[in-house]
């Protein structure tokens, strides 16, 4: 349909300024639809993500636990079992405690960062 044709020369000028607003008002609710399935949409996928996030994360905890395990088994014999969980415990708490000074340390940079 061109705008010719929608054209008619003796409608008024309140019924052409009328149809304008209602075109606008069409479309404004038509993108506001758009936006409302953009967001339904989105939300499902981040929640998917989440999920299959956690399920990898507990996947991995549980590997870790397991090769904690498996190495308290294998130094046993050279260690006696207390001394192998010793040693395993505390490789575990230094890295992890490496880990949190490392992020720490990279929290304090970009606060800086944005502070000035």
């Known amino acids: 349909m061109t705008p010719e044709a929608d054209y008619d020369a003796d409608e008024p000028l309140s019924a052409v300024v009328s149809r304008l607003v209602e075109t606008g ?25 989440a999920i299959l996030c956690v399920v990898a994360l507990i996947l991995l905890f549980g590997a870790l636990v397991t090769l904690m395990i498996g190495l308290v088994f294998a130094l046993a014999p050279f260690l006696t079992p207390l001394g192998a969980t010793a040693l395993v415990s505390l490789l575990g708490i230094g890295i992890a405690a490496l880990l949190l000074w490392l992020a720490r340390n990279r929290a304090v940079a970009l606060f800086r960062k944005i502070a000035g």
């Open 25 to 49: 008002r069409s479309y404004a609710e038509a993108e506001i639809d758009k936006q409302k399935l953009r967001a339904v949409l989105l939300g499902s996928g981040l929640r998917t993500i």
